[in-house]
């Protein structure tokens, strides 16, 4: 359930309701794609970095180690000892984007796996399943996830089986939720809105999606070719068409500078893997800008990452001795500038919350939109 709190223009402060606690929102999904945020942290260290939610992904856990096997084990509450929200994507968008030789049929999806070759079937109500088994505390529904640029005619044809396998995902998930050995009867079904770039398509995807009155509602298919002025704007033409009283979840987005951008546009949800992967690289995002730890003038650097920051990591650490960790290949330097990015963004989506509460978005995003994307 959500609830609209406070909103300042488009920008909403709400918060919602699920099985495993709330959500306050605008909030940052952590992308924990195997049950670990990639760079050695923990589901347990999520809880001193303002994490709310923890997103797993369906088409590798599915890989491995198998849904039927986290079931056994509890779900992936239990399995990786997240006590707070997990969002598992639907598989859709990795079946497009890194398996081999797919067939896309009405049924499902063909492919094969990119870890073995094994030929695998995925369909609305596979990926049900395999979310059901998962145990999440909001599921996303199964749809195809096109390349900008698309073609016109093809993209409408996959708009209207994206809606018909919604339904199906609809359906099987109801299903589920009535079944005594479910791990989490009371799982969430966010429905996906796609079209690529064509306003006529998203426009129509989103008024046909809006009349199943699903729990919530994602913008797909986008940070996928398209430049950030066409995402910002596709983002304004579906906006006006969806539910005012469900969570707008922007799927694979972005930097800071994105969040803000599509905050301002109305969104409340969003997941990257941008935080931990740019980490992992040496690059942080701090309040000034964006800075690279392998930079030689941080050497004999005492500051921490981010004189702004009070996250663990800048309370205890500097900039020398982060620097030192990766040119020595330590694998701390990582887990620490991985902890400090998660973080970062989780603040980030505090302080956008605080300023609606208190009326001064506007002042907000007009302090740091030039400045969080900016090169230290």
Not at 264 to 281: I, K, L
Request: hydrophobic share 35%; proline share 3%; glycine share 8%.
């Amino acid at each position: 359930m959500y609830k609209l709190i406070r909103q300042n223009g488009k920008a909403r402060r709400g918060v919602i309701t699920t099985p495993h606690g709330e959500i306050q929102t605008p909030a940052f999904m952590n992308v924990a794609t195997c049950g670990a945020i990639k760079g050695a942290v923990s589901a347990l260290d999520l809880a001193q970095l303002r994490c709310q939610v923890q997103l797993c992904n369906t088409y590798h856990l599915h890989l491995r180690p198998g849904n039927e096997i986290v079931k056994k084990l509890g779900g992936l509450h239990k399995f990786t000892r997240r006590e707070g929200p997990i969002l598992t994507d639907s598989g859709g968008f990795q079946v497009f984007s890194l398996a081999k030789l797919r067939s896309i049929k009405e049924e499902g999806v063909y492919f094969s796996s990119h870890i073995d070759g094994r030929r695998i079937f995925m369909g609305p109500e596979e990926s049900m399943t395999i979310q059901s088994d998962l145990g999440s505390t909001i599921a996303m529904a199964f749809d195809e996830c096109i390349a900008n640029p698309a073609e016109y005619n093809y993209t409408r044809q996959s708009c209207d089986r994206t809606y018909r396998w919604l339904c199906r995902c609809r359906d099987k998930l109801h299903e589920l939720n009535q079944r005594e050995d479910t791990i989490n009867r009371q799982q969430m079904l966010f429905g996906i809105n796609q079209g690529a770039t064509f306003e006529d398509l998203r426009t129509e995807h989103m008024k046909k999606i809006r009349e199943l009155d699903l729990d919530g509602y994602a913008i797909g298919g986008l940070a996928v070719g398209e430049t950030a002025e066409e995402m910002y704007h596709i983002i304004e033409v579906v906006e006006e068409y969806m539910p005012g009283d469900k969570p707008r979840y922007l799927m694979g987005v972005g930097t800071p500078v994105n969040i803000l951008e599509a905050v301002h546009r109305g969104v409340d949800m969003f997941d990257c893997v941008m935080p931990t992967r740019n980490a992992r690289h040496a690059n942080i995002f701090t309040w000034s800008g964006r800075r690279n730890m392998m930079n030689e003038k941080y050497t004999l650097d005492e500051s921490p990452l981010d004189e702004q920051c009070d996250c663990p990591v800048c309370r205890n650490f500097s900039r020398a001795y982060i620097r030192h960790l990766f040119k020595s290949g330590e694998m701390l330097a990582m887990r620490l500038c991985v902890m400090h990015n998660t973080y970062f963004y989780n603040t980030l989506m505090l302080r956008i919350r605080e300023s609606i509460e208190n009326d001064t978005f506007e002042s907000f995003y007009n302090e740091y939109i030039s400045v969080l994307d900016r090169r230290i």
